[in-house]
T-cell receptor
Framework: DTGVSQNPRHKITKRGQNVTFRCDPI?????LYWYRQTLGQGPEFLTY????????KSRLLSDRFSAERPKGSFSTLEIQRTEQGDSAMYLC????????????FGPGTRLTVL | KNQVEQSPQSLIILEGKNCTLQ??????????LRWYKQDTGRGPVSLTI?????NTKSNGRYTATLDADTKQSSLHITASQLSDSASYIC???????????FGRGTSLIVHP
């Protein structure tokens, strides 16, 4: 297993377009997390899944953001009607079942909204 | 409002020296406190995880401490190496639902 993978690594889009990112967690990891990080800041929690169930969603997440993990394996994060303020690094992490388990992060998807 | 404040914002040290990074928090109650290392342009890498009942945790040259009375944590790096140059991020996870609060990080530069 090569760790958490994310695709694409970079995405440039125009304001108003929809984008979708994919995260493939470490196999057999039950928990999957999405975070967003802007330059010079720490990551910001977006949402997390336990298997296919979305258990928490940040209040910072607007209705334009949606995430799915349909079969409890890979996950997608979609942003509709992108805005320039959505430009950030989107990070995915996975862990086993316990809240004290180590989270392993992927390399991230860098989104630039023009 | 839950907050995590890290200091210093940036730090420059010479290779081989020790250093200590600070994390002050207001998150209460919390379940876990984590320290991460993040290289530029890459995802964070876990260094230590402490529950609220622990007061120290080591991982090689990295030692994290927790003082729940003063609501402070520190990350001590021993015998620094050039590869320690990175951002170090402190994270508090709330005691109920999983809503982590991240600090902005301390940028560490190790010079030869």
């Amino acid at each position: 297993d090569t760790g958490v993978s994310q695709n694409p690594r970079h995405k440039i889009t125009k304001r108003g377009q929809n984008v979708t990112f994919r995260c493939d967690p470490i196999s057999e990891h039950n928990r999957l997390y999405w975070y967003r990080q802007t330059l010079g800041q720490g990551p910001e929690f977006l949402t997390y899944f336990q298997n296919e169930a979305q258990l928490e969603k940040s209040r910072l997440l607007s209705d334009r953001f949606s995430a799915e993990r349909p079969k409890g394996s890979f996950s997608t994060l979609e942003i509709q009607r992108t805005e320039q303020g959505d430009s950030a690094m989107y990070l995915c992490a996975s862990s086993q079942s316990s809240r004290t388990d180590t989270q392993y992060f992927g390399p991230g998807t860098r989104l630039t909204v023009l | 409002k839950n907050q995590v404040e890290q200091s210093p914002q940036s730090l420059i040290i010479l290779e081989g020296k020790n250093c200590t990074l600070q994390c002050n928090y207001t998150v209460s109650p919390f379940s876990n406190l984590r320290w991460y290392k993040q290289d530029t342009g890459r995802g964070p890498v876990s260094l230590t995880i402490m529950t609220f009942s622990e007061n120290t945790k080591s991982n090689g040259r990295y030692t994290a401490t927790l003082d729940a009375d003063t609501k402070q944590s520190s990350l001590h790096i021993t015998a620094s190496q050039l590869s320690d140059s990175a951002s170090y991020i402190c994270v508090l996870e709330s005691g109920g639902s999983y809503i982590p609060t991240f600090g902005r990080g301390t940028s560490l530069i190790v010079h030869p």
